[in-house]
Nanobody
Framework: QVQLVESGGGSVQAGSSLRLSCTMP????????MGWFRQAPGKQREGVAAIWSGRSTYYADSVKGRFTISLDNAKNTVYLQMNNLEPEDTAMYFC?????????????????WGQGTQVTVSS
């Protein structure tokens, strides 16, 4: 059973930075799509970023240039570095995993999910 554990959320001011972590014990990067999603109250879950086989990265237009997804193979951990945060980034953030490449931003594509970590950005 694959378990994903997120951490790193918090409450910050606009313009601040946060780094989210998602630990995936025993999951190799090769052949796996690892994604970050977010869901604000009353809104659908949306893709934020993803990394394929530890090398190819994908981003939502709304976060390009501000967020960076990366992978530490030795720690089996995926990171989401979030800079210049905006109030619109406020949401519960989830990491997700699927084997094989597909449409990265589609939540239904992913088989495994973490429990989520809250990010709140105040103006």
């Amino acid at each position: 059973q694959v378990q994903l554990v997120e951490s790193g959320g918090g409450s910050v001011q606009a313009g601040s930075s946060l780094r989210l972590s998602c630990t995936m014990p025993g999951v190799p990067s090769s052949g796996n799509l690892m994604g970050w999603f977010r869901q604000a109250p009353g809104k659908q879950r949306e893709g934020v970023a993803a990394i394929w086989s530890g090398r190819s990265t994908y981003y939502a237009d709304s976060v390009k240039g501000r967020f960076t997804i990366s992978l530490d193979n030795a720690k089996n951990t995926v990171y989401l570095q979030m800079n210049n945060l905006e109030p619109e980034d406020t949401a519960m953030y989830f990491c997700a995993l699927r084997r094989g490449l597909t449409t990265w931003s589609r939540p239904a594509s992913y088989a495994y999910w973490g429990q989520g970590t809250q990010v709140t950005v105040s103006s």
